[in-house]
């Protein structure tokens, strides 16, 4: 004797199930299942097709940055590293020269000059020391230079420190603690950002300057955010580095301790128009952290080396400023039959949704669930339907046949 879930398998393999159309006639089903249509249709065509644009193929896009600055003043300082008089452009303030999608702008600098390679006491602030034992032992990769054993007395009077074969004399000083800002000037420079983009697909190519106008509207022309039809792409550094931060006194900081700055150059373009309303949108945001105590800003070092006679030295610069990356995104977009009979394709498709909606409503819900669910799902047994067995073998006829009697009686239709 077969067991079971034999038994129930056999009697799910020799059965065949089909959708029975059922109209019910119900003010409430019938308001229910337009509104969930309407919800369906207010997705695909307002969302979709609309707002997303359905209709069109995209395409990102790719392009390439160039900068120039410009900008010449004269600091006359008292005091400090920077003494003196002298006058900084391009080539002393922007370092390196040239940066892949940056720049950087010295704004604050600690300057060593006349470096040679000797012995010289270590700076106090890397630690002191009271006698020569106390300089043993590898040297701290956090040093200026090679301990040679020895404790000297430092530049800082009563104060002593381990002896280093070096660049001498060492690095002194921290502008980083203060707000002075001896390259304050450079908030009235000019940058020069250069962008050429192109839409592979639409095989289309724009830049950020005009195609005609000549050489003079660049040299009198600052970048307004109020006409960016006019494509003049010269910003001045205090204009961006107002933007990026609103704060005076971080403004200040900034320009003290160094800082990051994102420019972000966006185009967002629609070819069923004409590609000249194809417009960039620029964007200014401060990357480095406003509440950062240890190591705030931005800061790195170089050195000019030059020989004297037959000795090497070189002046070395701890330079903070301002670092620039320039980013371009955006994509655009032009009318394609293909994306737009997907997307008719796809919400069609979404309607189908509403029917098991509406079934799930009107089975599980509604009141009247049982009645619904009798006239959803019937029976239909032929003459050759597969019949179980009981456990002596034989049919059981009688629970057989009300089970029979029970899925084809026709019960009079009623709301």
């Given at each position: 004797m077969a067991p079971k879930f034999a038994r129930s398998v056999l009697v799910t393999f020799f059965e065949y199930g089909t959708a029975k159309v059922l109209h019910i006639r119900s003010k409430k089903v019938g308001?229910?299942?337009?509104?969930?249509?309407?919800?369906?249709?207010?997705y695909v065509v307002g969302w979709v097709l609309v707002y997303k644009k359905g209709y069109q193929d995209f395409d990102n896009v790719e392009g390439a940055i160039t900068s120039k600055l410009k900008g010449v003043y004269l600091t006359n300082l008292a005091n400090g590293t920077l003494n003196g008089s002298r006058v900084w452009d391009v080539a002393d303030y922007v370092k390196p020269a040239e940066e892949n999608n940056a720049f950087f702008i010295m704004t604050n600098a600690i300057v060593t000059p006349s470096q040679v390679q000797s012995t010289c006491p270590e700076n106090p602030s890397a630690g002191n020391c009271t006698r020569d034992e106390d300089c043993a032992g590898p040297s701290p990769v956090t040093g200026?230079?090679?301990?040679?054993?020895?404790?000297?007395?430092?530049?800082k009077p009563g104060v002593k420190t381990c002896e280093l074969y070096a660049w001498c004399p060492v690095e002194y000083g921290d502008p980083a603690g203060g707000k002075s800002t001896p390259l304050i000037e450079v908030q009235n420079f000019t940058v020069y950002i250069r962008n050429n983009v192109i839409f592979r697909k639409f095989n289309q190519r724009r830049r950020n300057i005009r195609d005609s106008g000549g050489e003079g509207y660049l040299s009198s022309c600052h970048y307004d955010p109020a006409h960016p039809?006019?494509?003049?792409?010269?910003f001045s550094i205090g204009y961006i580095l107002n933007t990026s931060e609103s704060d005076p006194e971080q403004r200040e900081l900034m320009l003290a301790q160094g800082g990051m700055i994102e420019i972000t150059v966006t185009w967002d373009c629609n070819f069923d128009r004409d590609p000249s309303q194809c417009l960039p949108q620029y964007q200014f945001l401060r990357l480095d952290s406003r509440d950062a105590q240890d190591y705030p800003g931005y800061n790195f070092r170089y050195a000019e080396y030059y020989r004297e006679g037959s000795t090497d030295r070189r002046t070395l610069y701890k330079a903070y400023g301002l670092r620039f990356v320039i980013v371009v995104s955006g994509t655009a977009g032009k009318f394609n039959a293909v994306?737009?009979?997907?997307?008719?394709g796809s919400g069609l498709g979404l309607l189908g949704v509403v029917t098991v909606i509406c079934d799930f409503i009107v089975l599980n819900v509604l009141q009247k669930r049982s009645f619904y669910r009798d006239k959803k799902f019937e029976d239909v047994h032929a003459d050759d339907a597969y019949k179980p067995l009981d456990e002596s073998g034989e049919h059981d006829g009688a629970s057989y046949g009300a089970a029979v009697n029970s899925a084809l009686r026709v019960a009079p239709f009623r709301q």
């Open positions: 308001i229910m299942s337009r509104f969930v249509q309407l919800l369906v249709i207010a200026s230079g090679i301990r040679t054993g020895n404790c000297i007395n430092s530049t039809e006019d494509l003049c792409p010269i994306p737009l009979a997907m997307n008719i």
